[in-house]
């Protein structure tokens, strides 16, 4: 998936001083995602940032960039050493950072470095932090894991703002575990901007091909092992009442093995990759069914989440396929806008889509069509955080 920076004028006064952003990555959707959104607000960035060499496209920051480093995918001591190197790019550019207004670490990782470029630029500037994942190691109960605790606690302990993506992490992981006591920013992943997103189709009740087959999508990033088995099993097993169709790219340990796990089968095809928000009109207007399942972490990460792919088929009025007690599971429920299912998940799949009608599918398509677009949207939520930024900045 490629995300396209927009940089159109927000609603916000302009801020006195720049905003410094850290991230891991700068061609990472999310990270290009939030820097957009903030100038779109009027605050002018300043992007401390690393490159990851990845297989797929990259276009160049639509921000002021400061190059801490290139990283590599699963190279991790290439990566240690990376961020070691990062440490004199924040001695050479202390100044710089210490006259920006807020520091926007995403990532545990990232806000080390901030909060030692704050040192080093002798102000404190308010440090915001965004954690949008739960990585497995933050829940283990080894000696690794109890020490990257503490080491994330020392740095909440010293943000003035934590920004999280599902309620399920707030429940779940930081007040339970992190005994976080801090103010918290729900920021779905939410379309942005909505102003760029595409019309819906005139809402249809007929599906792509008469259910003959029910066509499945998965979009975005591609690092479910679990769920390509799934759909590939399925695949097999249902033959010409489903296709499958992915389109993103494949990420994370997945990305080696992708192909050998998509197979050749003519009912699971893989698209490639294609631009966002710009394609999804498209995207989710050729299948029947969003594929929302997540088995990376069933048991910490995955059931806490709110994927992106959630709210983007319901801008164009997708019903949703998820896993039953997961936090998006019970967003499905709570909005009735798709089906759950349970263990054994394979089997009920099997089961939903062999009993399955036109008439039922149609049921719940129309009650995604006529789903408001604009809780599906972050404009707002960008309006909000932006707002806190500035107070925080002010003090």
Request: glycine share 10%; proline share 6%; net charge neutral.
């Amino acid at each position: 998936m490629q995300v396209a920076a927009s940089h159109a004028g927000g609603v916000s006064a302009p801020p006195h001083s720049p905003l410094a952003f850290f991230a891991h990555e700068r061609g990472d959707a999310r990270v290009v995602k939030r820097i957009a959104a903030l100038q779109d607000q009027r605050w002018k960035v300043v992007g401390f940032t690393f490159h990851r060499v990845r297989e797929k496209p990259e276009l160049p920051p639509g921000w002021q960039n400061i190059h801490l480093g290139t990283t590599y995918n699963r190279r991790y001591f290439r990566r240690l050493w990376a961020f070691v190197k990062a440490i004199g790019v924040l001695w050479a550019n202390r100044d710089r950072l210490g006259n920006c207004g807020v520091i926007y670490a995403v990532n545990t990782d990232n806000a080390l470095l901030a909060l030692l470029g704050r040192f080093f630029a002798g102000r404190r500037v308010p440090l915001v932090l965004e954690l949008a994942d739960i990585q497995p190691v933050m829940t283990g109960k080894g000696l690794v894991a109890k020490i990257f605790r503490a080491i994330e606690r020392v740095v909440l302990e010293r943000v003035a703002l934590l920004v999280t993506t599902s309620p399920g992490f707030v429940r779940e992981y930081f007040l339970p575990v992190q005994n976080f006591t801090g103010e918290i920013f729900l920021l779905e992943n939410k379309v942005y901007p909505s102003r760029r997103l595409p019309l819906a189709e005139a809402a249809s009740e007929v599906p792509v091909a008469h259910g003959q087959p029910w066509v499945i999508g998965g979009f975005g990033a591609l690092r479910c092992r679990r769920s390509l088995e799934m759909m590939h099993a399925l695949a097999l097993r249902l033959g010409e009442r489903v296709r499958f169709v992915l389109r993103g790219y494949p990420a994370g340990t997945l990305a080696d093995e992708f192909d050998d796990l998509l197979g050749d089968l003519p009912n699971f095809v893989y698209g490639g990759s294609y631009f966002y928000p710009d394609e999804l009109a498209e995207l989710y207007a050729g299948i029947d069914f969003n594929w929302a399942f997540d088995q990376t972490d069933p048991n910490g990460n995955s059931a806490w989440l709110l994927p992106n792919r959630i709210y983007e088929g319901g801008c164009f009025g997708v019903p949703v396929l998820g896993a039953a007690v997961t936090e998006t599971g019970r967003w499905i429920e709570e909005h009735a806008l798709g089906w759950t299912f349970a263990e054994p998940l394979e089997e009920s799949l099997a089961a939903f889509f062999e009993a399955l009608t036109v008439t039922d599918w149609a049921v719940v398509k129309h009650r995604c069509a006529e789903h408001p677009r604009g809780e599906f949207t972050g404009d707002d939520d960008y309006v909000n955080l932006a707002k806190r930024l500035k107070e925080l900045e002010v003090g």
